[in-house]
């Protein structure tokens, strides 16, 4: 069975941490590992990744995947309370399709305090 | 988001009642999915439609039904709804095709069943 495995579930920090979420899978036929920011509602695109070792790259954060060892992470630099939120990791294939269903883990949910 | 809309927004009803669930979109987009969200359990696909009266089961379908009489609504129906169905439950649209789309999730809906 196809799975995606995320962690910590949860993680507080201080405003100006450098934080680390991790998302491993299992799947059968790899498409691209993709990362949401989910707030109070819709999850939001941030990074999708298909090959190992490129690092994408977004203002204070940065994503990396490593298709030898079948995990991805998340680093978010310097925090702001704005980035508390349910950070989603998902296999599958951004642009949808017949094989577009995605596959996602459960979620880290991380808390930045002042 | 712009050019999806679920509604209801929320929704309270008791077991055994039916309940129709709507996403409209304005993107032309080929593909619609629902999805569930709990805790413990991420997102999960329940059905996705490829087309006008075209749809598949995802993941979790069982206990839900859907349809797609136009490109622009997708509605999901739970025929008897039942505690386990208590959730929150999210459209999204993709277009694989020319000048490809990338998932776009909405609102989302939360559903209580009492």
């Known amino acids: 069975e196809d799975k995606v495995v995320q962690s910590p579930l949860s993680l507080v920090v201080h405003e100006g941490d450098t934080v680390t979420l991790n998302c491993s899978y299992e799947?059968?036929?790899?498409?691209?590992l993709l990362w949401y920011k989910q707030e109070k509602k819709a999850p939001t695109f941030l990074f999708m990744l298909?090959?190992?070792?490129i690092e994408k790259k977004s203002g204070r954060l940065s994503s990396i995947l490593d298709k030898k060892e079948l995990f991805s992470i998340l680093n978010i630099t310097a925090t702001q309370t704005g980035d508390s939120a349910i950070y989603l990791c998902?296999?599958?294939?951004?642009?949808?399709?017949?094989?577009?269903?995605?596959?996602f883990g459960k979620g880290t949910k991380l808390s930045v305090k002042p | 988001d712009a050019g999806i809309t679920q509604s209801p927004r929320h929704k309270v009803t008791e077991t055994g009642t039916p309940v129709t669930l709507r996403c409209h979109q304005t993107?032309?987009?080929?593909?619609m999915y629902w999805y569930r969200q709990d805790p413990g359990h991420g997102l999960r696909l329940i059905h996705y439609?490829?087309?006008?009266?075209?749809?598949d089961k995802g993941e979790v379908s069982d206990g839900y039904s859907v349809s797609r009489s136009k490109t622009e609504d997708f509605l999901l129906t739970l025929e008897s709804a039942t505690s386990s169905q208590t959730s929150v439950y999210f459209c999204?649209?993709?277009?694989?095709?020319?000048?490809?789309?990338?998932?776009?999730f909405g609102s989302g809906t939360r559903l209580t069943v009492v």
């Open positions: 999204a649209i993709s277009d694989p095709g020319q000048g490809a789309a990338g998932y776009t």
């Open positions: 799947v059968t036929n790899f498409r691209s």
């Open positions: 298909t090959s190992s070792g």
């Open positions: 998902a296999e599958g294939d951004y642009y949808g399709g017949s094989q577009g269903n995605l596959i």
């Open positions: 993107e032309n987009h080929r593909y």
């Open positions: 439609s490829y087309g006008v009266k075209d749809t």
